[in-house]
């Protein structure tokens, strides 16, 4: 049953300052030792640890890691919102959440590759959380592949990279107030990411598979699908020490074809590795270590341990083609909450149109 929305009269436009790609070549490496949570930085019930990126670009891009502290049972769900970003991309990397995007229920763990997409309708109203200490919960581990059947619990945890770094959050329905019918709800507005759209690979997925890293017969890599889906913005790999069961598939570039400059954000999810610059300083990544750097500068890895796992990211030089929002406008968006909406429509059972099937023009 659809439920046609009056839009507000004028669309709040995107006038801000224009991203730019940092002055000169940089390598801005932050350590995990020197990393720590912030609890309640957001949302009450999470912690939330920076790793470097937002300072190292100047606002250009956000990465940070997330965890539960606090159970769904009594923390709650997030409510229905939207983050208007350019780019929106969630690795989960312990335990499980679920969200409903744009009213299609989905779970969330570690091995997918979600690209939220800037403007995508969703709630998470359940997380994983393993009772523990703070700061036990913060250790806990961190994985880009599939849970094996039997593993213990862990709270609910992901990386998460935001284009740019300055955003509006929307609320469309307070957490208290959502219904069944809110949570099935596929939503149009006017705010999506232009050339953009939500994409989720699980570890099963034919386009998954790690391939042979080109020129590297020691490395393996997954391209994890968000070139396309960011509207090439933002390239993901996942890399790993080749297997020994010969990866198939043609080599695999750590780079998007024809990209030139840009910036990169590695870190080290498990293992460790060696990086070598251009001058010839060396330098080892270990776990919760995150490297952002000029594109090209740290190259790829070398010595590397047969649990290293690694994510990296390529921006796009192009994202200085984008701007972000001013405060004024940021305000005003979050004050129209629900008054975005310009479009809802209660998906049935079996519904199977895509997420964002109600999007309007961005």
Known sequence: MADDLAPHDVVVPITGRRLALPEGPIFALKRAADLGFELGAFRAWAGYKDLGSDAATGGLALFQHVVSFGPSEASGRTGIHCHLAHVHIVIPTSGRGVFSYDGVVTGAV????????GGTVHDQFEYSYLPASPEENGKTPLSVEATPPGAPPQSF??????????????EIVPPADVTEADEATAWGHPY???NARYALQTPDDPGAAHRP???RADLEARDCGTWGPTGELVGTWIVRPASGAGAGGAPIALAPPGETGGLEILFMVGGSATFE????????LRPGDCLTCTAGLAGA???ATADMRLVLFHISA???ALRERTPDEIARLEALGA???TGREVRASGDRRPINCLAGPA
């Open 157 to 170: 945890g992901f990386l998460e990279l935001f284009v740019p770094r300055t955003i509006a959050n929307v």
């Open 213 to 215: 890293v080109a020129g």
């Open 318 to 320: 192009r994202a200085e």
């Open 301 to 303: 890895p070398s010595d």
């Open 192 to 194: 999506h990411a232009a």
């Open 339 to 341: 008054g975005i909406i």
């Open 110 to 117: 570690p091995g997918d590759v979600i690209v939220q997409h």
């Open 277 to 284: 610059r251009p001058s010839g300083e060396r330098l080892r």
